[in-house]
């Protein structure tokens, strides 16, 4: 059947995307123009978050027989896709300018990935998620290995590649045994079909137990974390910026479209399988962050115990849950844009600043930067008044609750013992006597701006954080079914 206009209509932002791609790529084919080719992406992320903006509806709209979905939720997360994304390109520009890598084939992959977000944000079919996340997946594989020249970064996307794959025909496996059981593949007629029992309860488990591990790899949660510190320590500074924000908002759109809309009637089976996630992952990340040197490493662990705090929140299988997982994801994106970008920005030509050393004194040098920096560490350690200290606090106040008083309790331990590593980086800055310049003298004025933009909104955010909140709340309330 051909699909209505209306649809197209729809899915305006993922096909203005996708157009906006093509051209990026032509001009790298035909005219190898960088600063086109950089404008160009800018300007196709911009375009993109301007019709989420003008075709959103405010209520959930299935589109494509029922493959996509355009809700308020999936609106706010593409739009912060976006923004982040132009948030990454601008930060990562004069990396990749020094190391030749700003290019149409970079920015090509660099949209394309994003425009699998967008499809697995707005997904409400398994063949639409899957399609997502390869697209999705496919291109990162890609730009880690955009350096071809170095060894390690080709060792990064060996192993990403590889564990992806894994994780992706584990995802494929369980939804063929969920098919299987429901003789569907629409999340809504999943659903119905577990409201009114199945043949086998085991089946469904196995099911569940493959869906669940495919998602803590795409999520990077223990005990599927092992890809995370390699290829974040592996891939040129700019991928890894890019890698460890904007993917965590479609990440969590993707356990929300499969969880609470296709497997809501199964929550007690699968709520047990993230509480143990979420312990491994704030165990594990906090733990082995302790003992990094190496900054990127560090910040990879220390992501791998956010995703805890997270599936914390979606295993309650409440709206407070899902609202506050919401908004810790939203907030944990613009912390990650501050640090990865902070690594970015600091290197030079030749020159990776991804040892903790090489932050030892930055107060002395550039005392804007070590501010900004102190912010973003600030704010991942969940102290107030920055924005991830309420990240945290909604989340306890959703396990408490629902009644799961010794996770809440965990949960705060394990925040305890990752505020060493955080800290240790605001006294290297501090209080450490300085080490070899890293800043370039010269550098992107737009990438400096940006950067302090950055550390006000994480600290406006921490003062402020209520219409944020009020929007994760309501998005989340108005897109549930």
């Known amino acids: 059947m051909t699909p209505p206009s209306s649809d197209f209509v729809t899915a305006l932002p993922e096909l203005s995307l996708l157009a906006v791609a093509s051209v990026v790529l032509l001009v790298e084919a035909y005219n190898q123009s960088k600063a086109a080719a950089y404008l160009l992406t800018l300007f196709g992320l911009l375009l ?79 063949l639409s998620l899957y399609l997502g996340l ?43 045994l969920l098919y299987g059981l429901t003789g569907s593949l629409d999340l809504v007629n999943i659903s119905n079909a577990l409201h009114t029992g199945v043949k086998s309860e085991v089946v469904l488990v196995f099911g569940l137990v493959f869906i669940v591990a495919g998602l803590g790899f795409k999520l990077g949660a223990a005990p599927f974390h092992m890809w995370a510190p390699d290829v974040y320590h592996g891939a040129p500074a700019a991928v890894t910026l890019f890698v460890g924000s904007a993917p965590k908002l479609a990440a969590f759109a993707f356990a929300m479209r499969l969880l609470e809309n296709g497997l809501q009637p199964a929550h007690d089976d699968w709520q047990q399988m993230l509480a143990v996630m979420a312990v491994a992952s704030l165990a ?32 309650t299988g409440s709206l407070a849950g899902y609202s506050s997982a919401m908004f810790y994801a939203v907030t944990y994106v613009l912390m990650s844009l501050g640090g990865f970008g902070m690594v970015t920005y600091l290197s030079r030509a030749g020159v990776e600043a991804e040892n903790l050393d090489d932050f030892r004194g930055l107060n002395a040098r550039h005392p804007w930067l070590a501010a900004v920096m102190a912010m973003v560490m600030l704010s991942m350690a969940g102290l107030p008044p920055f924005v991830g200290f309420y990240a945290k606090l909604l989340v ?23 505020a060493f590593y955080y800290l240790r980086v605001v006294k290297l800055m501090y209080f450490d006597e300085p080490g070899v310049e890293v800043c370039p003298v010269s550098h992107a004025g737009d990438a400096a701006i940006l950067l ?30």
């Not at 190496?294 to 705090?309: D, E, P, Q």
């Not at 705060?412 to 990752?418: E, P, Q, R, T, Y």
């Open 396 to 418: 306890l106040q959703a396990l408490i609750g629902a009644g799961w008083i010794v996770l809440a309790v965990t949960a705060v331990i394990f925040s305890l013992i990752g």
């Open 284 to 315: 594990i990340g906090n733990l082995a962050a302790i003992m990094q040197t190496n900054i990127k490493r560090m910040l990879a662990y220390s992501t791998i115990s956010h995703m805890g705090f997270l599936l914390l929140g979606m295993m």
């Open 134 to 176: 390869e697209l999705l997946s496919l291109a990162l594989y890609a730009m880690v290995a955009m350096e071809r020249n170095s060894v390690r970064a080709s060792e990064a996307a060996m192993k990403y590649f590889v564990l992806g794959a894994l994780a992706s025909g584990l995802l494929l496996y369980g939804m063929s």
């Open 48 to 126: 993109t978050g301007g019709l989420v903006v003008l075709t959103g509806s405010g209520v959930p709209t299935l589109a494509f027989n029922g493959l996509y979905v355009d809700d308020p939720m999936g609106e706010v997360l593409k739009l912060m896709t976006c923004l982040a994304a132009i948030v990454a390109v601008i930060y990562s520009r004069q990396f990749l300018d020094d190391r030749k890598m700003l290019s149409g084939d970079y920015l090509g992959l660099l949209l394309f990935a994003v425009l699998g977000m967008l499809v697995m944000i707005s997904a409400d079919h398994f």
């Open 452 to 481: 302090a933009v950055n550390g006000v909104a994480i600290l406006v955010l921490g003062i402020l954080p209520q219409s944020l909140m009020t929007v994760c709340a309501l998005s989340v309330q108005m897109s549930l079914r």
